[in-house]
């Protein structure tokens, strides 16, 4: 639904959201990028789709209602066909004993689409309101079991054979209605649905595995006969714009789709292993909107310095963790609060995974000499006020980087290091001078992604006197004033609102030295889980982090070529949480567990 400019902003007056100068910004933004008013305030997060449909629904004086599609039952929903319900973007979300129909449509305004939905439905019904990217959704239910249909389409027609080596490409087998272009819409759309970050379809010697990475595990889902799979690839590489006739070496390429509302793009890999060509696709939402810190799992200490550091106007922020630990989407929600029309962000990255409306992203390309230092190179001759190099990885691109931050720049980029602490003499061994690095690093953020307990399944339990000996060793907790400690923490981040009220509960510590006044409720996944995170016990990831500040005295220390074990002790005595006491809080809060904690920080 396209909600007029002029009626958005009377909306964002009324509900004081912003100032005039923030108004302003908006509308400059809007005129300069040529967007509708409503987007950005969704994607800036002032409003959300769901806020501004509400303020929608009371000016043309139409009930709202938010949509769910687990508590839509599809026998309501067939009632009106799904090529009627798409065409004008509305669903029967329920009837009541009188026969009366309850509609939800995107746009209550649409006379047509009223007058067509009374034909069709009769005079009975009840219109309703709802978010445009909740009815989407809603739609989805019309195609059922999608495992399911996925089996149906590959075993149809042509495709049913008794060969098991895959057969040779027919120009009828990968076109844009032949089974095999539904075989791989499906195996997208299930990826979407189940909140997937990675599609891998692997070639075995007599089948294909499609397996899912879902909350940072690996699940298989599918085989599919193995004589599909060259059609499956080209059919893929086609999307994706590679050659279909290159098996030998891996190709890069990327596509989008639109799905439930919302636009996806698809990092596509190919890879030639023993048994064929291996596919992995990245999905990346596009239509989502950048969580701010706090929604990421910042809190206390850690929030607030970060916040301090992020505003400076020189210097180096580094995020650090191993790959598939949040650092893109750390940076990614840091320049979407830092962006406004007054500021140059300009980035170089490998890949571009978010894209940023307003800031200058750049893609590496070595083959074209784009290499991360010569990008940062171009980017210091482009004005910037921002800076991010996606990651650090030589001597030649931390050296630039801190001449960026020593000529006036605000310089964001990650490193691989396992803790903050360790962070800052790796830039030492890449030969970065220890007055340089004192007087130019800001902070250091080191994390980790952890599995959230399905807040609908979550059991709780009370802990052993054998189990709370194991969690004193296990998160060093050793004697009574670290205790205390932890329970002033916990205490803190209910105070903070670490999550919401509604999915959290309080894990209250009184006295680890006495078993008779321990930790009288800790968090378990349920072991079958539930129908809301597809019986795993989990939904969801939350980061757990560490937030190191470069005071006055760690600068001291850097250059006293201190070891990280030395500043990581400076640290904490300081105030510092580290990663797995972070994490430790989040288990007491209910937020993940203490086997999650354990399962992301054991190398540590």
Known sequence: MRIADKIVENFLQKSGKVDNDQLANLLEQEKTEKRPLQDLVIASNILSESDLTKLYAQEVDVPFVELNPKNIHPEALKQLPERIARQYNAVVFDTDEDGVKYVAMADPDDVQALNFLQKQLGNKIRVYVAPESQIKSALDIYRGNIAGELNKVIYRDEMESEEEEESDIDENDIKEDSPIAQTVNLIIEYGIKVGASDIHIEPREKFIIVRYRIDGLLREANKLPRRVLNALVSRIKILANLKIDEHRAPQDGRFKIEAGGQVFALRVSTLPIVDGEKVVLRILNESSKASNLEELGFWGNALRLFNQAMVQPNGI?????????????????????????????????????????????????????????????????????????????????????????????????????????????????????????????????????????????????????????????????????????????????????VGSSAENGKGEIKDLSSTERGINRLFKAHEDGCDSCNHTGYKGRIGIYEVLENDQELQKAIIKNSSSEDLETMAINKGMISMRLDGFIKALRGQTSLEEVMRVTSSD
């Open 317 to 497: 922020i580094l995020v650090t963790g191993p790959t598939g630990s949040g650092k893109s989407t750390t940076l990614f929600s840091v320049l979407s609060i830092l962006n406004t029309p007054s500021v140059n962000i300009s980035t170089v990255e490998d890949p571009v995974e978010y894209r940023i409306p307003g800031v200058n992203q750049v893609q590496v390309n070595p083959i074209a000499g784009m290499t991360f230092a010569n990008g940062l190179r171009s980017l210091l001759r482009q004005d910037p006020n921002i800076i991010m190099v996606g990651e650090i990885r030589d001597t030649e691109t931390a050296d630039l980087a801190i001449q960026a931050a020593l000529t006036g720049h605000l310089v964001f980029s990650t490193l691989h290091t396992s803790d903050a602490a360790t962070t800052l003499p790796r830039l030492l061994d890449m030969g970065i001078e220890p007055f340089l690095i004192a007087s130019t690093v800001r902070a250091v953020i080191a994390q980790r992604l952890v599995r959230r307990l399905c807040p609908d399944c979550r059991e709780t339990f009370e802990p052993d006197s054998g189990m709370l000996e194991r969690i004193k060793v296990a998160f060093n907790l050793q004697g009574d004033k670290a205790f205390v400690h932890i329970h002033e923490l916990e205490e803190q981040a209910q105070k903070d609102g």
